[in-house]
């Protein structure tokens, strides 16, 4: 079967892809992938080790292993290569969020059970396993690293206000949202122009994430009206009646320098985030500190290695990727690109268990690695990002410019039905 279009369409307009799609169209030639000595392998910076990436290639040397770092809009790309069935990628990067846009056409893709992948399960995560396998059973991602989401926070700030600053007090005292925010209230008043967080977003998508559900059900119905978004909407709102949050947006200059200057002196993200902390705040290594959530485990990316239908060594390919991805490699994917591992055996490696200066010294895998195992596991519809977006873009209205938060629902549920209807999700 070849890739069908109404398939990649549907899949570019539940993830807002549609504009670049539009000009794919399916070739009757035969797909081009490996040509029996090169294999392509397509992956985004920051995906892979590039150590571990350039190891590869000198250690399996009866193929030439060519990687290609594309940038932009990943998978827009891919699908895009994929519909003109030129040029497809042998082995390709699969990011977390973007699994289900791949779903509907899971047949384009290696099923890696028949390559033996059922044989390795029980070295992986079995919720980040599941992510990866397609509803009719296939399975079309291997794991590559999960993104358990965790508190950041600064610990000399925290001192100052009067807050738990141990990692494990923090996690203790702070384990409810309603705790969470009283240490914000706390916090903005020992240190005004202080605020816990930079805007309502990230505990919107926290509180999802900490879900069973998301936006749309195996059903294809619309569930984004349902209590467990609204609970997450109620609870961004009351974090912004509470005066918590700032109206900053996270990754400008502004929100940069208020984070260095201890004005939002934490952020709940995923473990990955701790490599762009450290990027953009070199000047407070030492001060900052890793806790467990309030209202437990959520995830937040992480990305899987797959097989295309164009590749023409699929057992070589195969070899490649359990290689690449086992549990030393993924140590090493921590090491040099902050990847949490999606392999339980990598959290007792000595490299993951070493003091991180950055952090104060601390073992950040005695909170990572927790939060990873305590993920729920939910239902990824391919419709989800796009009915998620006006929610989204509605609470950064009322973040930034201050909407009425009764009017910036019931706008986004009208956006969310008209787009609904155009998806055909009842």
């Known amino acids: 079967m070849h890739l069908s279009r109404r398939g990649l369409l549907r899949a570019g307009l539940a993830t807002s892809a549609a504009a670049a799609l539009g000009g ?161 209230e706390r916090l903005r008043k020992r240190l005004p122009g202080t605020y816990l967080l930079s805007d309502l977003l990230s505990i919107f998508q926290t509180v999802v994430n900490q879900s069973t559900k998301r936006f749309v059900d195996e059903d294809r119905n619309f569930i984004g009206d349902q209590k467990h978004v609204t609970d997450a909407w109620d609870l961004a709102i009351e974090a912004r009646r509470r005066g918590i949050v700032s109206n900053l947006v996270s990754g400008t200059p502004d929100f940069n320098s208020a984070t260095e200057s201890g004005k939002v002196p934490s952020q709940l993200n995923a473990s990955w985030a701790a490599g762009d902390l450290k990027l953009a705040v070199p000047k407070n290594k030492g001060k900052w500190r890793v806790a467990l959530l309030p209202g437990g485990g959520a995830n937040n990316g992480g990305s899987f290695l797959a097989i295309t239908k164009a590749c023409r060594e699929p057992e070589q390919a195969f070899e490649i990727i359990t290689w690449l991805l086992n549990p030393d490699n993924q140590t090493r994917g921590f090491v040099d690109a902050s990847l949490f591992p999606s392999t339980p055996a990598s959290f007792e490696r000595k490299a993951m268990r070493d003091p991180d200066p950055f952090f104060g010294g601390q073992v950040t895998i005695d909170v990572f690695g927790p939060a990873a195992e305590k993920i729920p596991i939910a239902y990824n519809s391919p419709y989800d990002i796009a009915l998620q977006q006006p929610i989204v873009d509605e609470l950064t209205k009322v973040n930034s410019l201050g909407k009425d938060p009764d009017q910036a629902w019931k706008d986004a549920m009208r956006k969310c039905r008209r787009i609904a209807d155009h998806l055909g999700v009842s």
């Open 24 to 184: 794919a169209t399916a070739s009757c030639s035969v797909p081009s992938g490996s040509t029996g000595r090169t294999m392509t392998l397509w992956y985004w910076t920051g995906g892979l080790s590039d150590k571990t990436v350039a190891e590869a290639r000198s250690r399996y040397t009866d193929v030439d292993l060519k990687p290609v770092q594309i940038g932009g809009y990943f998978r827009s790309k891919l699908l895009t290569t994929m519909a003109g069935r030129a040029h497809v990628p042998d082995i390709t990067g699969l990011k977390g969020e973007d699994m289900a846009s791949y779903m509907p056409n899971a047949d384009q893709f290696v099923d890696l059970r028949t390559l033996g992948a059922d044989r390795l399960k029980d070295q992986y995560l079995p919720w980040k396993w599941d992510q990866g396998t397609a509803p009719d059973g296939r399975m079309i991602g291997f794991p590559i690293d999960t993104g358990p989401v965790v508190q950041y926070y600064r610990a000399d700030v925290f001192d100052r206000a009067g807050l738990p600053s141990d990692p494990t007090e923090v996690g203790e005292r702070l384990n409810t949202w309603e705790h969470f925010f009283d240490a914000g």
